[in-house]
């Protein structure tokens, strides 16, 4: 006994394997309260509370008196942790912009694209990829009607239906990634939003035993997490045994080796990678360190939402990464690789793209290793680049863009515009910019590359592309914001200087004509009859007409001499 508070005493005992005096102390401890998870061997099938993993066996124990309870009955109590207060917690930023009317999803074209975010097409597997595989989603619960699913969904026994959206976020990667694989929602949240140890442990059993039932190769995603737990690794590792687990590592930018189930050592964990420039790099929250396996695409990704069964919503953080894998896991397991972490770790780190994080948290070879899969196969015809996630505002020809208008920009924002310019080149004048310093950034994505602003300048400066298409994309953050930018650019031929060539050449066709004009009225005039000539100073010819004045009248006009005259 170390000490009281209020007439409870406070206990401290260290547990030995196999330890048969437990009983002894229950009488000493009764009063000590508050969770706690023991790791049994030995007790009796269909003993209640007993959550069994692959022959893991844990309680669930509300006092230290249980303990003593499972002791009595023959059980072997190997380790005892206090999970008093310890709840786990999805690894999810903020969503930005509300709901979508359109998928369009850039992370899956980057595991194609490679160091290219901006590829444009993701290449999957012929027939879609997947199938016969079960992909597991313990999460917030996912909405199997939505439409992305296309009727591959089902719930288990532990809840349907999904509170938040964050389990159909997740199960809406995979499933666009994984085309054939079934999804299957295992809900570990109740509907208070909390995540206990214990009802994970739970959802682990059905899962594990659901895999056994059904025999098929199997993928499990948890994207969520919290303070590192022995126990909850254990689980996740005798679970392993049985299917590929893929976790997601935290949105605490810490060592993921102080987390839990990340930390486990056969589960296939996952950080977060966003992109800047032309380069991918850890986002600023995804845990780093030797207990992460690589990275994968998290920032900004569309997939569906659960408020609807044909709307689609961003969300960000290591649990969007993970199912990323999950889904490239589906896909190999069903071309034949072995459903096992030593496997499936060794494919995906033989495909992936080495020094591929610029700047990465440690010199762990981890740290700077992003998810890749070089395959062939039909490719879709969604193109973030060209449809900027089927939203923008489309310029052709030379203009000009202020955004906004009046006052400043909002928080969470996505907002496209697309420049087209048929002669293939454009002329970009940055007039101003006034966006929170590496918070908010207004992209330039030029083909296979992007260009970034952020900050304030003072001057305007004016740069050139040579490419017929330019996507503007302004990102904010929930922080500070901006007065905005201030842009213009004129359309020219690649390679040429600012001239407007269709303005000269309407100017010298005008002067052409102009000159034929002025040309052809001189020659009209010189040809007139009536123009002033000089009389010759002697007639050269006269004639009298009638050679003898007439008498009493003149001729009628109208009738003619008897013969004409001519002068020549």
């Not at 070089?374 to 000009?400: L, V, Y």
Request: with cysteine.
């Amino acid at each position: 006994k170390e000490g009281t508070n209020d007439s409870k005493a406070t206990v401290s005992v260290l547990y030995w394997k196999n330890m048969k005096w437990i009983p002894v102390l229950t009488t000493l401890v009764c009063l000590v309260t508050g969770e706690h998870l023991a790791v049994v061997r030995g007790v009796k099938e269909g003993t209640e509370g007993v959550i069994d993993i692959n022959g893991f066996k844990v309680m669930v124990l509300n006092d230290m008196e249980e303990v003593g309870k499972v002791a009595a009955q023959g059980a072997e109590v190997e380790s005892v942790e206090d999970v008093t207060g310890k709840n786990y917690t999805f690894f999810t930023a903020p969503s930005l912009c509300g709901e979508l009317d359109k998928d369009a999803q850039w992370g899956a074209r980057s595991i194609s694209g490679g160091s290219n975010y901006l590829a444009e097409s993701y290449a999957f597997p012929q027939g879609g990829g997947g199938e016969g595989v079960v992909v597991y989603i313990l999460d917030s619960g996912v909405r199997c009607s939505h439409a992305v699913f296309g009727g591959r969904c089902t719930t288990s026994t532990l809840g349907e239906g999904d509170i938040d959206g964050h389990g159909t976020h997740v199960a809406g990667i995979v499933a666009g990634i994984s085309r054939k694989a079934s999804i299957k929602s295992v809900r570990v949240e109740d509907d208070n939003g909390q995540i206990s140890i214990g009802k994970l442990l739970s959802a682990l059993q059905w899962t594990a035993n659901d895999i056994t039932a059904h025999g098929k190769p199997s993928v499990i995603n948890l994207s969520l997490g919290g303070p590192r737990s022995i126990i909850t690794n254990k689980a996740v590792e005798a679970l392993s045994s049985s299917a590929v687990v893929v976790t997601a590592a935290g949105n605490d930018a810490i060592d993921a080796c102080n987390t839990s189930p990340g930390s486990a050592s056969n589960a296939i964990n996952v950080g977060n990678a966003g992109f800047t420039d032309t380069a991918y790099k850890p986002n600023h929250d995804s845990n780093w360190g030797q207990c992460v396996n690589l990275y994968a695409p998290g920032v900004y990704v569309s997939s569906a939402s659960h408020m609807s069964d044909n709307t689609y919503v961003r969300k960000s953080g290591t649990s969007m990464a993970a199912p990323h894998v999950a889904g490239v896991a589906a896909n190999y397991l069903a071309a034949g690789v072995t459903p096992s972490y030593n496997s499936m770790l060794s494919v995906l780190q033989e495909t992936a793209l080495k020094n591929a994080i610029k700047n990465p948290k440690t010199g762990n070879a981890s740290d700077s290793t992003l998810l890749h899969v070089p395959c062939s196969g039909t490719k879709r015809t969604a193109d973030d680049k060209e449809n900027c996630f089927g939203r923008f505002t489309h310029f052709s020809g030379s203009a000009s863009l202020k955004y906004p208008q009046v006052g400043v920009y909002a928080n969470n924002e996505f907002r496209c515009w697309k420049v087209s310019c048929p002669q293939s080149s454009v002329t970009m004048t940055y007039k101003s910019y006034d966006l929170q310093n590496n918070k908010d950034v207004l992209l330039v994505h030029l083909g296979t590359q992007t260009r970034q602003a952020t900050g304030r300048i003072t001057e305007a400066f004016v740069t050139k592309y040579d490419v017929a298409d330019v996507m503007l994309q302004l990102i904010t953050d929930p922080t500070v914001v901006g007065t905005g930018f201030s842009l213009e650019w004129e359309c020219e031929a690649a390679g040429g200087s600012n001239t407007n060539y269709t303005a000269l050449l309407v100017v010298i066709i005008c002067v052409v004509i102009g000159v034929a004009v002025v040309v052809g009225v001189y020659f009209m005039w010189r040809r007139s009859p009536e123009k002033d000539i000089e009389a010759p100073s002697e007639p050269v010819a006269q004639m009298h007409y009638p050679a003898e004045p007439a008498t009493g009248h003149w001729v009628p006009a109208h009738q003619p001499p008897d013969r004409p005259y001519k002068v020549g």
